[in-house]
């Protein structure tokens, strides 16, 4: 039973347009959100992250939106560059500050950047 | 800091063999994580150590697999033996209690 749910599996977007990668989530206890980012052969690094008490993050061009009322929660690349392509992972926690022992994983979304 | 190291990057070894991954945690991080990535089910979490003590090893998928954390430098997961279902990549990470985690490049391996 997948409690992250990314339910696309890729994206293709033009560079310079704005790329919107969802998630959502089915556990009510959640309170911390997290978005990786991976590139091939590489492991995930750490993104942006957003804590349920607010409802967006921005950090430069990344945007997180939540929604904890529809338990939707989005990504937002402005403008997209083509070093933006990657494998995008959400992944939540119930640890308040989204400790590492508590996250579970989407699917991941494949995020093409086409020139 | 050198970041997480696994070993080896790639493995292909036959059905039946044994196969074990290794992983050195950044130093000073006492949380350290096995994942197994697949396209079916994305970055499962396999078992963590928090102080080289496990304490969550429920995503083991069988007694095949077994981890062990001798000390806060260095862990091991081990497959025997290896079935070509278990086929994947397999991340380690660690970070310290309750904060951000940290992954290695991973080790893809290939069971024929």
């Known amino acids: 039973d997948q409690q992250v749910k990314q339910n696309s599996p890729s994206l293709s977007v033009q560079e310079g347009r704005i790329s919107i990668l969802n998630c959502d989530y089915t556990?009510?206890?959640?309170?911390?959100f997290l978005w990786y980012k991976k590139y091939p052969a590489e492991g995930p690094t750490f993104l942006i992250s957003?804590?349920?008490?607010?409802d967006k993050n921005e950090d430069g061009r990344f945007t997180v939106f939540l929604n904890k009322s529809a338990k939707h929660l989005s990504l937002h690349i402005v403008p997209s560059q083509p070093g933006d392509s990657a494998v995008y992972f959400c992944a939540a926690s119930a640890i308040s500050g989204g400790g590492a022992d508590g996250l579970t994983f989407g699917k991941g979304t494949h995020l093409i950047i086409q020139p | 800091d050198a970041g997480v190291i696994q070993s080896p990057r790639h493995e292909v070894t036959e059905m039946g063999q044994e196969v074990t991954l290794r992983c050195k945690p950044i130093?000073?991080?006492?949380?350290l994580f096995w994942y197994r990535q697949t396209m079916m089910r994305g970055l499962e979490l396999l078992i963590y150590?928090?102080?080289?003590?496990?304490?969550?090893d429920s995503g083991m998928p069988e007694d095949r697999f077994s981890a062990k954390m001798p000390n806060a430098s260095f862990s091991t997961l081990k497959i025997q033996p290896s079935e070509p279902r278990d086929s994947a990549v397999y991340f380690c990470?660690?970070?310290?209690?309750?904060?951000?985690?940290?992954f290695g490049s991973g080790t893809q391996l290939s069971v024929l």
């Open positions: 957003i804590s349920s008490i607010k």
């Open positions: 990470a660690s970070s310290r209690t309750n904060e951000k985690l940290f």
């Open positions: 150590f928090n102080n080289n003590v496990p304490i969550d």
């Open positions: 556990n009510s206890m959640f309170d911390y």
């Open positions: 130093s000073g991080h006492n949380s």
